[in-house]
Structures are given as structure tokens and as C-alpha cells.
């Protein structure tokens, strides 16, 4: 009884399990990864570029990365 009537006003929130992922990639790939993260609810932590290739740190949820390999190729 205690609990269902704490439990309103405890402000309790479901949590998603996240995914911290690096994707490096050539340079003329970078506006599609980032897309394709952004499409995923990814959200973009850090980006790199070097002579030829990006890095990409991003945050993902767990349920938006499955097939997530299969698209990158």
C-alpha cells in the first residue's frame, strides 16, 4: 500500500540503455554516418578528422542499434 502511493509522487522515470560507439570512416562518407546516427536518436559526442578519415563519437540507445553494422556497409 505504501508503495502505490509513494510511487506518484516520486517522479520515477524509465531508463533506456545507451550505447557509447566510435565510427571512423573516409571523409567522404562523414555527412552520411552522421545521419544515419541522427536517425537512430544518436547523439553526437565528439568528431575528428585526419588526412583522410572522420571519427565519430556518438551516444545511441541499445534498441536503435540493431541492423545499426549492416547499414555502415
Known amino acids: 500500500m505504501a508503495v502505490?502511493?509513494?510511487?506518484?509522487h516520486a517522479g520515477a522515470?524509465?531508463?533506456?540503455?545507451?550505447m557509447r560507439v566510435e565510427v571512423q570512416t573516409p571523409l567522404e562518407f562523414q555527412g552520411s554516418v552522421v545521419g544515419g546516427i541522427a536517425r537512430?536518436?544518436?547523439?553526437i559526442m565528439n568528431s575528428s578528422?585526419?588526412?583522410?578519415?572522420s571519427t565519430i563519437e556518438a551516444e545511441i540507445p541499445l534498441?536503435?542499434?540493431f541492423g545499426y553494422s549492416t547499414e555502415l556497409r
Open 4 to 8: 502505490r502511493q509513494a510511487y506518484p
Open 13 to 18: 522515470q524509465i531508463l533506456e540503455p545507451i
Open 40 to 43: 537512430r536518436r544518436g547523439i
Open 49 to 53: 578528422s585526419e588526412i583522410d578519415f
Open 63 to 65: 534498441g536503435e542499434m
